[in-house]
């Protein structure tokens, strides 16, 4: 039995931000429909659609994250994410060191040093 109408999830590609002004460009003039442009380009319909609504909100006609702002929370959750995971590994070197540190005493290391006492 074939595929029941079952497609292939298409490659992710990436496009430029030259070509995708230029689409929302085709699709501002009107003479074609957005359906029509992500056909003639082989594109979805979708992608060509947010592209389109991307590019109102960067030229604030709708409110939105400007694509700028949408790089710099994209950076900032990636820096987050690591320095997160650094804490963490931190916390587990602290808690690895700190449970050598009994060993270490009473194996005669640099622990706390008790007073020599003398005499009766």
């Known amino acids: 039995m074939e595929s029941m109408g079952k497609k292939k999830p298409r490659p992710r590609r990436s ?17 074609r429909s957005v359906g029509q442009i992500a056909k003639d380009f082989d594109l ?18 709708h409110d939105g994250l400007t694509s700028s702002e949408r790089e710099e929370m994209a950076t900032l959750r990636r820096e987050n994410r690591r320095l997160r995971e ?22 005669g290391g640099d622990g706390p040093k008790l007073p020599l006492v003398v005499g009766p």
């Open 15 to 31: 496009f430029t931000p030259e070509f995708k002004a230029e689409i929302v460009e085709l699709c501002r003039r009107g003479d």
């Open 44 to 61: 979805t319909e979708t992608a060509v659609r947010l592209w389109v609504s991307q590019a109102e909100v960067d030229a604030g006609e």
């Open 86 to 107: 650094d804490v963490d590994i931190l916390k587990r070197a602290t808690a690895f060191f700190a449970s050598m540190s009994g060993c270490w005493r009473s194996a």
